[in-house]
């Protein structure tokens, strides 16, 4: 089976699996609820929970106890773009070819949305308590979620670069904002599906450590989209940084250097993957679309 039916197939299966912990559209908080599953369902890649899916796998795991935390995780990113795209941060009303949700829904239900995936997520990932398996993995797990979601990851990343917004960036705090920012929860959906499977720290640890370089190249990536893809491609406006006088990796090195970035990145993380116990060829396949994609 070609990868692009493969994943095509991993994608339709994921949905599957976030749909089933979606909050339903009824009672006095149906409007945010209604709100919440209209992001979610706006689409895109679910790279966060394949990829948690995948590495899972990539260890022996066969359970479902891995389902909970994947649709956690989609809530999580979800959450960060209902947020990314408000008046006061990005101030976008285009993602993923639909109305972003404040521009459907308000700014004032767009931030209780953003807030209530990011709250739900956690109470989505602890029903893994109830399907009889090691609360011990599944707490350290939790642990993980929460602190690359946080101040030390995602929150973290976000902050800097809402705070630098309009500003000139330095290449330290740039590499700051892409590795929390972006790549934190990449780097947490790796290593709970390594910690999910029983793996051993150090394969934990590697695996977090590409997950990082991944979800690094992977950002580079999108800058380098934004200036070279229309806004029909890309489903969402092009020249958006720029628009946002944003610092990124191209407005610092152009764009050949930035291409030089995204395969140094690449090749490092590939060449990790294999010091790892197991091996996962559709992983790795799905890390070279990632930083290769034009979309």
Not at 9 to 31: C, K, M, S, W
Not at 90 to 111: I, S, Y
Not at 271 to 286: C, D, I, S
Request: one cysteine or more; charged letters at 25%; hydrophobic letters at 40%.
């Amino acid at each position: 089976m070609r990868f692009e039916e493969e994943l095509r197939l991993e994608t339709d299966r994921v949905n599957e699996i976030i749909h089933r912990y979606l909050p339903a559209e009824e009672g006095f908080q149906r409007t945010v609820n209604i709100a919440m599953n209209y992001s979610i369902n706006a689409g895109g890649k679910r790279l966060r929970p394949i990829i948690m899916q995948e590495t899972y796998r990539l260890f022996d795991g066969h359970s479902r106890i891995v389902e909970p935390f994947m649709a956690a995780m989609e809530m999580i990113h979800t959450s960060s773009l209902i947020h990314d795209d408000l008046p006061c941060m990005d101030n976008d009303e285009l993602r993923r070819g639909q109305k972003t949700v404040w521009a459907a829904f308000g700014e004032d239900m767009a931030v209780l949305a953003g807030d209530a995936l990011l709250l739900y997520a956690f109470e989505t990932a602890a029903k893994a308590f109830s399907l009889h398996e090691s609360p011990l993995k599944i707490g350290k797990a939790m642990q993980v979620l929460a602190e690359k979601s946080g101040i030390n990851g995602m929150v973290g990343g976000q902050t800097l670069d809402v705070e630098k917004s309009g500003e000139g960036l330095s290449e330290e705090e740039l590499d700051y904002i892409y590795v929390n920012k972006t790549a934190a929860l990449l780097e947490a959906s790796m290593m709970i599906g390594a910690i999910l499977a029983d793996a051993s720290n150090e394969d934990v640890r590697l695996s977090g450590e590409i997950a990082r370089k991944i979800g690094v190249a992977f950002q580079i990536r999108d800058d380098i989209l934004d200036v070279t893809a229309d806004a029909e491609t890309l489903g969402k406006p092009s020249f958006s940084d720029e628009k946002n006088n944003k610092t990124t990796f191209v407005s610092l090195h152009g764009i050949e250097a930035a291409e030089r970035r995204v395969q140094e990145l690449t090749d490092e993380a590939i060449h990790l993957m294999q010091r790892l116990t197991g091996e996962n060829r559709f992983l790795t396949q799905l890390f070279l679309s990632l930083v290769g994609r034009e979309k």
